[in-house]
């Protein structure tokens, strides 16, 4: 049975941060990494533009032979992990192969969700995690006139954007109240929603659907409020759960996704996990949550790798939180921390808000620090921002500057305080 | 191992937020001068004076490559210049949420992220720069030239925290190598096991222990047995300030007469640490120690620091100078020379060496101290050599910080009042006179 002292399993940003950090402490422990794929490592972000035509398939790889290579890791293709003997230190790919290994990293990343629609278990439908799937729905959109997104999140937005400009009629369909709720408060998510209407794509927020049916190609969704829309292509973008199945049996303590440390360490022993797979602390208040972003598994994977590998100076992780970067229509946004709409009226909130313009800055504060930043066509660096909020920067007479030019500002408290 | 790469670096005291490389930069890229184009950018707060520089630092380990779902940004493994392909780039600004130092960002006029490349080796921002706050600094030169050197120390050595006897201890043996024989008499180096047994514990280099009184005359014996039966090999001690300027005294002042061949450290920590903080002859004025107690009696040590290095200097010893591991470049420059001075007579380098633990300051602060020392003059680095026969100052500090910059960082100095201040002030001045005498032709 083959063995290596690294084992990672799953092979997107989290896997990657984790054997590369690794590296760093320990030059020489053989790494293996094993991936469900059959190609070379590849980002789910790049999805949408790979959909889109922007970014071209055959190019979009972060890693090939030569790095792995480089870094004395041991790549293997089409493993897919059905089983963790975490006695045994075992795990056993689909093939039959088996490894065993010192130290296990689960980097299994998520799929989608399906939500609980009548019909929709009988219909084919498109999702967008694997590059699998954006060439099949690429090869779609050649055939297709009109086509229903189903979920207003990033992904959901992301594909309607391409769908409507390879000339498709689209509509997007959300349950909740307003378009990208994990992200903005409702002026932004109106502002977001009315521009794309104006580019021709419908946006129905606050519609269930409660039944789906499929005939000769065509669907039709039946809304709780009454209406139908129907289409003949159907994008489901509903979130994501982690991938865990093959954990069955192996007694890790699992919640929304498997419980973690803040050194992504699993309740078994020798096991870590990292990523969309893990739930970990949320930074605000003491919950732990899935956080299935980009950002965050390379950070989870980079502290994973560093616990793995020993490194006495690793710092734990300092919790989840919102963060992203959104482009739409030539447009630019972000949104970090606390950036939906606020529950709680404790919160001290500075604003522009110039819907004319299709500009809206938003900074959120809670006593003397920031929690919560979105900007829509601003010229802010997200990274200072989302620095200040982690380190919980004490912000005393610099948070009047910072609402009154947030720019420069946190641009000069970057310099003083972590140049 | 790695290797270290070259990087811009920032002097904010020295900048006066004139745009000056703002303006370099957009030309450079742009050909205009706009400084929106700009990938460096420079502001000052009116009101507070304080500085803001948003620049690419070329990160090691860079977080806007590690997050790149496109693979279009990656570290230049022979520059070490964080590069971005346009053509493989999807515009996700995902790089400027992760970049914590403002150093890319998106450009709304070219619809891209734009970042510093350091103008393929040659940044004209530096170039352009007035007065010096710019330059072009390759951090880690050191590591690129030692990294390979085999560490002559095994780890896991039971220095305190913050100590950086063992920061010196091992970069020394590295550049000396293994054809040498180290003295370490009784003291802090010695006493946290570098002594060791068969090369397996402590150094792996030959290690006697000689008594506090005669390490120097050990060390010219064993030299002068080995030129005897014609092997070249370097005698090298590390001693403390009392086995240095006190008790082996009148050893290493008999050896120095001598012209015996070998370097002499003395990592100067300003007392007898290792025994539970008493002081020494080169404790300062002023200084808190457990024989110099702080009450209603007494403040402190009562006289001045004994001028070790400038006693050296008059025993007219081939190579002095006084050395400090916040400024490690200006350290190997100096081995170097002691390594050559030491065949023909005495190199002796004076190593300024706070004590977390005896000094009474937080051990991520050492090398701040180390700085502040220099920079208030506390601690001048110079150097003499015996063939040019004067003092030649290696860092001048023109315009030298008062000395409360220096004394308030550190705990055994945390009583002192005004009286004391000044009379540090002014020793430390006086101090810098009488060796200015001696930068001086012969």
Known sequence: MPQSKYLIVGSSHAGLSALETIRLSDPEGGITLLSEESTFPYSPTILPYVVSGKAKPERVFLRDEETFKQLGVTFKMNSRVVEVDPKKHIVRVETGQTWEYEKLLLATGGTPNRPNIEGLETVSYHTLRSLHDANRLRASIKKAREGIVLGAGLIGMHVAENLAKSGLKITVIEAREQVLPGYFDVKAADMIAKLFSQEGIQILTGEKVERVTERVGRYELYLSSGGTVSGDLLFVSTGTKPRIEYLNGSAIAVQDGILVSDQMRTSLEGVWAAGDVAQAR??????KKLNPTLTNAVEQGRIAGGDMAGDPALKPYPGGMVANTYRFFDNSAFAIGLCGPLTEDDFEVNQIFLPSSFFYQKLVFKDDYLVGAFGINTDLDPGILYQLIRRRVSLGKEKSRLSANPL???????????? | ??????????????????QKCVEACSNYVKGISDARYSRIKVFQNKETGALGLALCRQCAEPYCVMNCPAGALFKDLETGIVKWDEDKCINCQICTLVCPYGGISYNPLTKHIMKCDLC??????????????????????????????????????????GCNSELLLRHTLRRIGPNVVVALPPGCIAGVGTV??????????????????????????????????????????FAGDGGTADVGFQ???GAAERREQMIYICVDNEGYMNTGVQRSGTTPYGS????????????????????????MVMHNCEYVATASTAFLEDYYAKLEKAIEASKKGMAYIHIFSPCPTGWRFPPSKLIEIGRKAVHTNIFPLWEYENRVGKIHFTHPVEDPLPVQAYLSLIGKFRHIDMEQVSHIQAQTERNIEILKRFTHEK
């Open chain 1, 408 to 419: 420069e500002t946190a641009r000069i408290l970057m310099t003083q305080i972590w140049r």
């Open chain 2, 251 to 253: 050893s290493l002042s």
């Open chain 2, 288 to 311: 808190w120690t457990s024989t110099t107690p702080v009450g209603a009696a007494q403040k402190g040590k009562r006289t001045d620091a004994k001028p070790m290095p400038l006693l």
């Open chain 2, 120 to 161: 393929d080796g040659d940044p004209a921002c530096v170039k352009a720069c007035p007065s010096g706050a710019l330059e072009l600094k390759n951090g880690a030169e050191i590591f690129n030239t030692w990294g390979d050197l085999e560490d002559l120390v095994v780890p896991g050595l039971s220095f305190c925290l």
């Open chain 2, 196 to 237: 060791g047994v068969n090369g397996k514990t402590g150094a792996k280099v030959p290690v006697f222990h000689p008594l506090l009184t005669n390490t120097a005359a050990m060390l010219a014996g064993l030299k002068r047995y080995y030129n005897r039966i014609g092997r070249e090999v370097t005698m090298l001690a």
């Open chain 2, 1 to 18: 191992m790695g290797k270290a790469y070259r990087t811009i670096a920032f002097y904010e005291q020295k900048c006066d937020a004139c």
């Open chain 1, 282 to 287: 949320w930074f605000f208040g003491n919950s």
